[in-house]
């Protein structure tokens, strides 16, 4: 399904990545593993649709999801991931960690590719937590929605450190 939607593999990667960082999430919390990996996963369906347009994606997918009869916590916490489209704020613990956890995987990655083997394996914790207080690196990473980890109840080492365990867990699929 996913595919059938998005075609760039970044993409792709990106939404394989934030799969894995909810699961993992889901796992760490004692929360339903099978919603927080498909909201993971679908979240970003549509935008290559709505061309990432602030005010509207997010929208679109939760709408092809509602359609399909996906669960509606998942729609939601997929709405939610972008609050400029819903003019809400997130309040809910699965909203925030969808915005946490698919937020993080662009910071992971940047930190990555940054490493002489371009390998996720080769990051530490404390390198992205270092990177977070570096505004120009990876400038267009939303810091504030990462830190929503502490709404939570992750602090951000440790949420950092779930992120790359689960990213470095699938890293030949998401070419890291």
Not at 38 to 62: F, K, M, R, S
Request: include cysteine; proline fraction near 2%; charge should be negative.
């Amino acid at each position: 399904m996913l595919r059938s939607y998005v075609k760039n593999e970044r993409m792709i990667a990106h939404s394989l990545a934030s799969e894995a960082v909810l699961k993992a999430l889901a796992e760490y919390l004692g929360r339903d593993v099978n919603k927080w990996s498909q909201a993971g996963l679908l979240h970003d369906l549509d935008v290559e649709v709505t061309n990432a347009d602030p005010y509207t994606h997010a929208l679109e997918t939760a709408r092809i999801l509602t359609e399909m009869g996906i669960d509606e916590d998942v729609v939601d916490a997929i709405k939610m991931h972008n609050e400029a489209a819903t003019g809400l704020e997130r309040t809910t613990e699965f909203q925030h960690a969808l915005a946490a956890g698919e937020t993080i995987t662009g910071l992971i990655t940047a930190t990555a590719y940054v490493y002489p083997d371009r390998r996720v394996a080769s990051v530490k914790p404390k390198s992205v937590t270092k990177r977070m207080k570096e505004k120009a690196f990876a400038a267009s990473v939303k810091r504030e929605n990462i830190m929503e980890c502490e709404m939570i109840g992750i602090p951000i080492d440790k949420f950092a450190e779930i992120a790359l365990v689960a990213m470095t867990g699938i890293a030949e699929e998401i070419g890291l």
